[in-house]
Every structure is written in C-alpha cells, then in structure tokens.
C-alpha cells in the first residue's frame, strides 16, 4: 500500500486537515507540495491498491520526480516518513502529534546544516526562508552541486544584481553549472569567473549603447553567443559598437552588425577588434565602389568579389575602373574585366591607370573625328584602336597631324588602311609638321596633279585646323565598346 496512518494517528481524532497544519506548515509550502501533501491525505483515508507515483503523477499533473521532491520537503518537516525506497510508500505523521511530542520528526541533517549556512551569506542583508532555501537546496541534491559552489553563487549573484536578486535568475545559472559538470569549488570558482566576465561584458555594452539597465537574461544570452559561439573578443564588440551610431544602437542592432562581420571572417577564427575595423573599412570602401558604380546595396556576393578583386588592386584604381564601367551602366564583373584588361597591358598602379584611361578618351574622340570625317556609320574596331595607338606612339604623330593626314585618305575603299599607309610614308620621310604635311602635299600635286588617290575626293582642311582647339574630355566609350575591347583582346591573344 502506498499509503497509510501512523498505528497512533486515529488515537488523536484528527481531521482529515487540522488547523494546525493549516496554520504552521502551509503558508511555507510552494502550492505544489500542498496538493501532493493534501492529495496523500486523501489516499490514507481511501486508499487504491495499484496507487504509485505514476498514477499520482497523471492524477495531479505533476512530474514523479515533483512530486518525490515534495515528499522530500515534509519528510524534513516531520510529516511524512519514508518506509519504502522500491516500491515508494510514505507514512503520514499528524501536525497535532509532533506538537504533543507524540511522534519524533525526521529531519534531515544535511538539509538543517545547509539552511543554516545561508543565513549569513549576505551579511545579514537578506534572509532566505521556506521556498527559497528549499530551491536552493535543490541544486546541492538534484543538481548535485557543492554546497559551498551554491554558496558562491548567491554571492556571485548579489556582486552582480544586488542583494534582492531572484532566486530563479540565480537557478539558470546553476543550471549551466550542473551541465557544464561542476563538481569541486576550483570548478565553481572558474565557472563563476567566466560568468562575472559574461555579466560585465555585456554590462560595459549596455553603458557604451547609452542604456543604463543592468543585463536582462536575454541580453547576457546575446553577449554569450557573440563571445563563445561566435568568437569575438570583448575589445572587437565593443569596437563594432560605433556601427550602431548609424541605427538603433541596441543590443538586437548589434548582433546584426556582429552577424554580418562574422559572415565576412573565416570560419572558426578569432576575430580580434582590428578584425573588426578591417571589416568596417572594407564594408565603407565597397559602398564607395557601388556608389560610383550605381550598382545598389552591398550584399555577400558583392563582399565576396571585392575582397578577390582588393587581393590585387588598389581601392583608388577600383574606384577608377567603377567610374569608367558606372557611366554606362556596368556590373561589378565589367569593372573586374576593365583590372584585368588594363593588367594585361602591365598597369598596375591607379597613376598608369588615371593616364591610360586620359589617352584612352583621346583616342576615341579621335576615332569619332575620323568617321565623321570619312562618313563613316559603323563603329570602329579594336584594331583600329590599335593602330591610332601605332600611329601616336610608335610613329610619334599628335591627334592634329593624323587628322591632316585623314584628309588624304577622304574617300578612300578602306580608310584606315591608306591613311596608316600615309603616316609611314610621312614618318620614313621625317615629316613631323603640319607645314610640312601641307608642303609634301602641294608638292605632290605639283608633280602629279592628276594622281590622286582612287576614289577620293578634295580634302578639307577645317577639321585639322580646328582640332588643336578641341576639348577631349568629351563622353565616355560605351560599354558595348569597352566589351568589345576586351573581346578583341581576348581573340588576339588566342
């Protein structure tokens, strides 16, 4: 039987719940200890024979080991002895017995000894009574913690929240100390150490936010996570807190901002506040870049490729490469294809670039001179912007010259063709001038004033006059042409 009355108990002529256990022994007990108190009761008066923990449990709604653990707390009030460890059984004790001296009480002497040591724990401050010393104890007998671990810890919690700190807040932290397996006070102690750390860490975010509250639960959570499972230093969130001036600078703002710095390191690695600026830096050099090019927000893959792409350039020549393919509309893999192109050509350095790009924007105001002169309609190609780069530097001819010399060429079947016939023509001679363009030319019309080329026309001389004059800074290539470009390299070299 599970349950049944002291051989003494109807000898008193109690009622099923007297005043005096009413009065001295209930207000003390958690309400859980008083349904199962009132609920054997009940069982001693009508007892069932198949009556178990299990069924008390379904009864009740409790678990086995809750309702255990109330037994537990009226065995050490003297109420209830255990007779039986397998299967349970319990006998109750009457209130009205113990007070007559009827009947000893079963105390606990580990328990008694324990309460009495946390009378002194806060200096007097504080008393903890009936639940919460009962809970307390719980941790030595359930979670089988040191008493003097349990002790350290309520000092560990005064330290950190006051001496009115709840007794639940502090049963979290015993928690993880049971689950992290500490056993021994040198645990304990190394345990609370990195706990005192965790509170004053997340405590020295909150002031640097402006906030003035000490750490929630979920606040310590955040700070634990961002230190332990994701690897930054205290020095590296409190360095990645000056992000937060450009939003809401709470602790949620900040573990976005964490997120993404965490996304951008390699995986596993500590990541120290210089990791923290380096990815700051890199994030407000990559928004320059997108700027420029007009090529939205930053987002992985964009991280992603301008860390590849800085491996190898300079911040300054990838702005440079931005400005020229944001004009017309580029993508970040034009830009990267415009590094690569002026790689190929050995510019390395944003100086060789800024120069390349000035020449480059002169040729082509060049070219379209040329076609509009010719009449041409289609779009000059690669090569032909490879032999207005012969022309200028290889021969030595300016922009002006060439222009005088197109003049010749007016009419001709391929243009480019003659006219790079005329220039080293010229240059065999040492022809370097207009004066002497203009003198070679009447010459050789004076000497063959019928032989002009096949096909041509009269030539005008307004454009080379006035080309001097001209402003080159005029729009950019196409991206269609910068394309174009690159393709023609890539077929030349194959």
């Known amino acids: 039987m599970l349950f049944q009355f002291d051989d003494r108990y109807a000898l008193f002529d109690m009622t099923p719940v007297d005043n005096q256990f009413i009065q001295e022994y209930l207000p003390a007990a958690r309400g859980e200890d008083v349904r199962v108190y009132l609920y054997g009761l009940m069982r001693c008066y009508h007892p069932e024979a198949e009556m178990s923990l299990a069924q008390m449990s379904r009864e009740l709604h409790l678990e086995e080991e809750e309702i255990a653990r109330a037994y537990r707390y009226w065995e050490r009030k003297g109420l209830v ?7 349970p059984a319990y006998r109750y004790i009457s209130a009205r017995q113990r007070a007559m001296g009827g009947a000893e009480p079963q105390l606990d002497p580990e328990y008694e000894a324990f309460a009495d040591s946390l009378y002194g724990v806060f200096d007097h401050g504080r008393r903890l009574h009936g639940s919460e010393i009962r809970t307390c104890y719980e941790w030595v007998e359930d979670l089988k913690l040191p008493p003097e671990a349990v002790i350290m810890l309520l000092k560990h919690m005064e330290r950190n929240k006051g001496k009115n700190f709840a007794i639940q807040s502090a049963q979290q932290v015993a928690m993880q100390m049971a689950k992290e397996g500490v056993q021994t006070v040198e645990e304990a102690e190394d345990f609370l150490s990195r706990d005192q ?3 004053q860490g997340t405590k020295a975010v909150l002031k640097r936010l402006g906030k003035r509250n000490l750490p929630s639960e979920d606040q310590l959570a955040l700070y634990k996570k961002w230190t332990q499972e994701w690897g930054f230093t205290p020095e590296a969130i409190q360095e990645a807190c000056a992000e937060t001036a450009k939003g809401d600078p709470s602790m949620g703002f900040l573990d976005g901002v964490l997120r993404n710095i965490r996304e951008r390191s390699a995986s596993g690695a500590r990541i120290e506040a210089s990791g923290v600026v380096q990815a700051r830096e890199e994030g407000a050099e990559l928004r320059r870049v997108l700027k420029t090019l007009g090529s939205g927000s930053v987002t992985e893959r964009h991280l992603e490729w301008y860390r590849k792409v800085r491996e190898v350039y300079p911040e300054d020549m990838v702005l440079l490469a931005a400005r020229e393919c944001g004009r017309s509309g580029g993508s970040v893999e034009d830009v ?6 002026w790689s190929r050509k050995g510019i390395f350095s944003t100086a060789e670039a800024e120069k390349y790009v000035q020449e480059f924007r002169a040729q082509g105001e060049l070219m379209m001179e040329l076609r509009k002169m010719w009449g041409l309609k289609n779009r000059m190609s690669a090569k032909d912007r490879a032999l207005v780069a012969e022309w200028e530097k290889e021969l030595g001819f300016a922009p002006e010259l060439i222009l005088l010399a197109a003049e010749g060429a007016s009419g001709a079947d391929k243009p480019m063709a003659y006219l790079n016939k005329i220039l080293r023509d010229y240059a065999e001679k040492g022809i370097r001038t207009k004066e002497q363009i203009l003198l070679d030319r009447e010459q050789h019309q004076a000497a063959k004033p019928a032989a002009t ?33 690159l393709e023609g390299e890539k077929d030349s070299r194959a």
Request: charged share 35%; aromatic share 6%; no cysteine.
């Open 81 to 87: 002895r255990r007779v039986s460890d397998d299967p």
């Open 453 to 485: 080329a096949p096909g041509t026309r009269a030539a005008k001389q307004v454009i080379a006059q006035q080309y001097s004059q001209r402003d080159y800074s005029g729009p950019e290539e196409s991206m269609e042409e910068v394309l174009m470009r």
């Open 197 to 199: 750390a965790l509170y």
């Open 336 to 341: 990267e294809k415009m590094l690569d192109s």
